[in-house]
Each structure stands twice: as C-alpha cells, then as structure tokens.
C-alpha cells in the first residue's frame, strides 16, 4: 500500500481531525526510525499512519484494533503491517518482537505529550521545543492525564532507547511535519 492509498483509507475512516494529526505524528517518527535503523522509510511511515485508522469506529479495547484488521485485509494490506499494528496493543497478544513493532509502540503514545506540551507554551510551536521542556511536564500527572507515562517508559525500554533521548528523536520527526500538524505557532521558519 502506498503512502496515498493509506492516507485516503485514514481519511475514509477518520473525521476527527486531532486524530488524523496523531497519526502524522506516528508517521513521522516512524520515518525517522526506519532511517536510523537502516529500513524501509515509505514502510514504516505507512504502518505508522494506518496503526489508528479504526479508532473512530472502534473505540473500544474489546474492538481496537482487531476488529480493523479484517477491513484492512479487505483493501490489500500486507499482513506484516496488519500484524504490525496489532502489536501496538497489549490485548491482543502479537508479540513486539521486531524493531518496526517496538518502535510503533514507542512512537504512539509519546506524539500524544509531545503535542500538548507543544500547545501550552506561548510559541504554540515544536520548533523551539525541547525534551527538557517535555521532561518539565512529565512531572506534573494532572498535565496531558489522558498520556500514559508507563506505557512510555516501557516502550523506550522496549526500544532500547534513553526515554528523552527518543522524546528530542520524535520532536525532530514532528517538526519536520509542524505546518501539517499544527504546530508551527508563532515561529517563523
């Protein structure tokens, strides 16, 4: 599947504009990743912008995201990939035993902190954002409640990544798509 076919899919099935951004986050740290590690950049990115795509319509951990799975193999979708998101949650059972799925699982719930963090400063920008700026925040539990900050530690851990080592990683990734997600604020590039 190319980066377009998944892209419409994204858009067939998802309305909620924030979502869409969380997934263009996840895609581009995915990039990033993939090219670290010496992999298939257009690959990785297009697992990380389908991994949510059935969340509007599966909002549930009973339904998500295996339930999405079948529509996925519907339009062609590698297995890999399917698996590949499966992975990303722990219900499921599919092993993260592949650096693409490790890294899945990292990049998906730290976009989430990073982009608030991003919000509450008065650039409204990840241009000048920082992991120390990130670090400042994971202190205070009642910011971003809704961020797992377990699920980051371990998924760093998973990774084999300093965690704000792979924080400063995935705010590179998101600049690089600041204009798309919102985030270029009142910096001028």
Known sequence: MTRDEALSLVREFVKNEGLVRHMLSVEAAMRFYA???????????????????????????EEHPQAGSGILRERGVSED?????????DHTGVPRDTVRRKSLFA?????????????????????????????????????????????????AKE?????????????????KIAPELGLVGNIQQ
């Not at 994971?138 to 961020?147: L, N, S």
């Not at 084999?160 to 590179?172: F, M, Q, R, Y």
Request: charged share 25%.
């Open 159 to 175: 990774l084999g990544v300093e965690l704000w080592e792979h924080v400063g990683n995935v705010i590179t990734a998101m600049r």
């Open 81 to 89: 990939i399917i698996q590949d998101i499966l992975s990303h949650a």
């Open 107 to 155: 990049c998906d719930e730290v976009t989430g902190l990073i982009t608030a963090v991003a919000l509450v400063r008065p650039s409204r920008s990840l241009y000048d954002l920082e992991a120390s700026s990130v670090k400042k925040k994971w202190k205070d539990k009642a910011f971003a409640a809704g961020t797992d900050r377990g699920e980051m530690e371990q998924a």
């Open 35 to 61: 090219e670290k590690y010496g992999e298939d950049v257009e690959l990785w990115g297009v697992l990380g912008l389908l991994h949510d795509f059935d969340w509007e319509i599966h909002p549930t951990l």
